[in-house]
């Protein structure tokens, strides 16, 4: 294919006609089944109480999976809209609503893991009874939560900025931030409170009566909600 859209001709030797629809497609389909599984195991494995009520950790759960649902549908419609192709395939038009996509992306995903990691620490709370260091994390949670909101609706000013000035780089009027550096500094942040919130139970764990290969397992079994 080497008819190109709205963003030049292709340079010599790039296939319009290739695009990454089948790995985007696999991940979210894979990624939003494996979350259902897991709220549907978690709902199964609370039901088995006799005593059994919903908390709050469950109701956030329950809210993340539908952010994620929606994070998926975005990823979903962009690819109707060729994202995933080289962007000299691309329409003007195509690489606006893949650009908007991509700015309501960014907020659904702060919302999304700030209802997993709030109910990771609120469960937390429940088992482990633990106080200030589930403070320090749910400040740390909430404030990149407040961050990510406020930095994305004020990167780009005005707010169409962010897709016009590559579609319409000489009549576009508007300034942004650093978006490559946003998006980087986004996700370190969002690893190293990963980290902070796995390493939380640790040491009360440690310290728990059992044999010294149980609490090596049950810290394993902790760590498993790095994947």
Sequence with gaps: MSASGDFGPAPPGVDLSENQNGSMLGAVITLIILGTLSVILRIYART???????????????AALLFA??????????VKYKNGHHVQA???QEFTVIWKLLYAHVMLYAFCVTCTKTSIILFYKRIFNLRYSLYFAMFFI??????????????CDPIPYFWEQYTDPD??????IDIPKF??????????????????????TWKLQMPK???LA???????GSL
């Design 213 to 215: 290969t149980q609490r």
């Design 142 to 155: 909430l404030s990149y939560f407040i961050v990510i909101i406020v930095t994305i609706n004020v990167a």
């Design 48 to 62: 088995e109480f006799k005593k059994f009520q919903f908390s709050i950790d469950d109701y956030l759960s329950f």
């Design 90 to 92: 691309l329409t003007k």
């Design 171 to 176: 009549t576009a009027v508007g300034s942004c």
């Design 183 to 204: 998006f980087f500094g986004n996700g370190i942040a969002a690893v190293l409170i990963d980290i902070m919130i796995l390493i939380i139970p640790i040491p009360i």
């Design 69 to 78: 649902y929606s994070l998926g549908i975005c990823v979903i419609i962009s």
């Design 218 to 224: 049950v810290i394993g079994i902790l760590l498993l």
